[in-house]
């Protein structure tokens, strides 16, 4: 039932975040980007364990993530139950595509995908490191970046938000 309950929030995260690329309509079918991670200010560390994020442009924030030792681009989503990412960035971290587990199904702006759950061996950002954080692989073509979500969040002792400065507290 948990399960379910954290699948049924990846999905309305997803559809959320695309719902606002579809609504200008021309008679003619769009195909909604997924989620498109523009260029990114750098973290700042504030203290050991602490890292602050500057909101981007759109308000969103933005970070340069390890994710079991590899760099990669991540838009930071308290919506999102878990950490999403798509099957490229899986191989990128050492998940063999052929060997995930895609019987979950995501319904999302860009229509259904299959999903995959896997454990992702750790997270950082600055000093701030999180070990073992659920996570789904979605294809790549329901989403083309990182959302950091609500696993990895809520294992930290504090986030939060002010005057467009996210603070990331281990």
């Known amino acids: 039932m948990l399960l379910r309950t954290v699948i049924f929030a990846a999905i309305v995260t997803l559809i959320a975040t695309q719902i606002p690329a579809m609504i200008k309509f021309d008679g003619q079918p769009q195909e909604a980007p997924a989620v498109e991670v523009p260029a990114r200010p750098e973290p ?7 890292v602050s994020l500057k909101a981007d442009g759109r308000g969103h924030f933005i970070g340069m993530f390890r994710i079991n030792g590899k760099s990669i681009d991540g838009l930071v989503d308290t919506g999102a139950s878990l950490v999403a990412i798509n099957e490229s960035t899986a191989r990128r971290l050492g ?10 199904t995501a319904n999302t702006a860009n229509g259904g995908t299959e999903a995959a759950h896997v454990v992702l061996d750790r997270i950082e950002i600055g000093s701030v490191r999180v070990e073992d ?8 073509e329901a989403l083309s970046g990182t959302l950091v979500g609500m696993s990895f969040l809520k294992r930290l002792k504090a986030f939060q938000v002010e005057r467009g400065i996210l603070k990331l507290t281990q």
């Open 44 to 50: 700042v560390a504030i203290a050991p364990g602490s």
């Open 133 to 140: 954080v659920d996570a789904f692989v979605l294809r790549d």
């Open 95 to 104: 998940f063999g595509v052929n060997s995930l587990d895609f019987r979950h």
